[in-house]
């Protein structure tokens, strides 16, 4: 099992997305850097020490899909973006796929429409996924002095942590918490006014 934490820049629902039964992350550090994780292993997401290093979100992942099978796959179609929709809608992360030649496309989108966040979303096309997470939001829950070696305070994705502190973490957000969403992206009020990117 490998854990692994970075920062939440910005928690505006889209990355994570923790929406329609699934929490999902495709468009941030752990994708962009490659991680290769799999079923069973876990993401930690915190705020900026501006904000405490707090907890964000910590996933369970149960899969990791290529952005294609993720955006034709019945289970998430609700997570395709929707510019006229809600706010949380139009957060929706799934927004990659291939046309009948092969070709990437982009589904309309307010988020990523620069070409340069567009080809770190693409330099690894794939999308973590969790049934079992813990989201929280605006609600960003401090986490206990023995377990803050777990919090990354830089830039980047760590994931050499102590397996015996790992342990005792998730023994304690699992006793502390039921799994579900806690609370609403801090940032959302960017989706809310339409503030979050250029539309494509």
Not at 71 to 94: H, I, M, S, V
Request: proline share 6%; with cysteine; aromatic share 12%.
């Amino acid at each position: 099992m490998r854990f692994c934490s970075y920062i939440v820049k910005h928690d505006t629902g889209l990355a994570p997305n923790p929406f329609w039964g699934y929490c999902t992350l495709g468009l941030c550090t752990p994708n962009h850097q490659g991680i290769l994780l799999q079923g069973g292993d876990w993401i930690l997401g915190s705020t900026p020490s501006a904000r405490g290093d707090k907890i964000v979100f910590v996933m369970q992942l149960s899969e990791r899909l290529h952005f294609n099978d993720y955006y034709n796959d019945p289970r998430f179609q609700a997570k395709k973006p929707k510019l006229n929709g809600t706010w949380r809608e139009r957060c929706g992360d799934n927004m990659y796929y291939k046309d009948d030649e092969g070709n990437w496309k982009k589904h309309p989108s307010s988020f990523h429409c620069d070409n340069g966040t567009r080809k770190k979303d693409m330099n690894h096309p794939y999308v973590f996924i969790a049934e079992h997470f813990f989201y929280f939001g605006d609600q960003a829950v401090q986490i206990p002095n023995e377990f803050k070696e777990l919090i990354r305070r830089r830039q980047g994705c760590k994931c050499n942590h102590n397996p015996e502190t790992v342990e005792k973490f998730l023994n304690w957000l699992q006793h502390s918490f039921n799994p579900g969403i806690h609370g609403k992206p801090h940032d959302r009020v960017l989706v809310e006014q339409d503030d979050c990117g250029r539309h494509c």
